[in-house]
């Protein structure tokens, strides 16, 4: 199984600043690598797909970039409605695919 | 705008038999290309793969439930249903059901682009 891991646990971040989310694959799943936004109360929801194609309505103040191992999210100024907990999932081997553990985005 | 809502029991007693249902509203379950997928979430651990229903036909489970887990789709009622059968306290989780894009050749992608809210179900005595 391919475990995935993020980093930070935890991120507080000010508002308008930029935050840097991590995820690392155990082995190489090419591109094929989902991030999804997971607020308090609501259902997740897909942010960016193939590593770095935002999802319909993301805003482009949220990209995504790497390949094989390591994958990054990046939130370019972030806003209150940001505050969440933000999953990566990698589906090169799906089912059934791994999630990493989250991290939760905070406003400082 | 496709939502998908989870209703599920709540609690459930262990030996018992857990179902859950999931409405689609804003799109049709009977509409081709899409995995009805269901995953879940026990507290403090990550989220595990369940299974999946296309076309009412073909289904997939994860190995680790296969022997006690099924999916259903009623197409006439828009929703499709996750049942699993023996449950003990391990199976307690916050229950999502999504759906899943296809990708190359009609294959599942693995993508989820709409996820329901999650159900709490507690398994106790």
């Known amino acids: 199984e391919i475990v995935m891991t993020q980093s930070p646990a935890t991120l507080s971040v000010s508002p308008g600043e930029r935050a840097t989310l991590s995820c690392r694959a155990s082995q190489s799943v090419s591109i094929n690598l989902a991030w999804y936004q997971h607020r308090p109360g609501q259902a997740p929801r897909l942010v960016m797909y193939d590593a770095s194609t935002r999802a319909t309505a993301i805003p482009d103040r949220f990209s995504g970039s790497g390949s094989g191992t390591e994958f990054t999210l990046t939130i370019s100024s972030l806003q209150s409605e940001d505050l969440a907990v933000y999953y990566c999932?990698?589906?090169?081997?799906?089912?059934?695919?791994?999630f990493g553990q989250g991290t939760k985005v905070e406003i400082k | 705008q496709v939502q998908l809502q989870e209703s599920g029991p709540g609690p459930v007693k262990p030996s018992e038999t857990l179902s859950v249902t999931c409405t689609v509203s804003g799109g049709s379950v009977s509409s081709g290309g899409y995995y009805w997928t269901w995953f879940r979430q026990p507290a403090g651990k990550g989220l595990e793969w369940i299974g999946y229903?296309?076309?009412?036909?073909?289904?997939n489970y994860n190995p680790s439930l296969r022997s006690r887990v099924s999916i259903s789709l009623d197409t006439s009622n828009n929703h499709f249903s996750l049942t699993l059968r023996s449950v003990t306290a391990a199976d307690t989780a916050v229950y999502y059901c999504?759906?899943?894009?296809?990708?190359?050749?009609?294959?599942?992608?693995?993508?989820?682009?709409?996820w329901g809210q999650g159900t709490l179900v507690t398994v106790s005595s």
């Open positions: 999504a759906r899943v894009t296809s990708g190359s050749h009609g294959m599942p992608s693995g993508i989820s682009d709409y």
């Open positions: 999932q990698q589906y090169d081997s799906w089912p059934p695919g791994t």
């Open positions: 229903i296309y076309d009412n036909v073909r289904s």
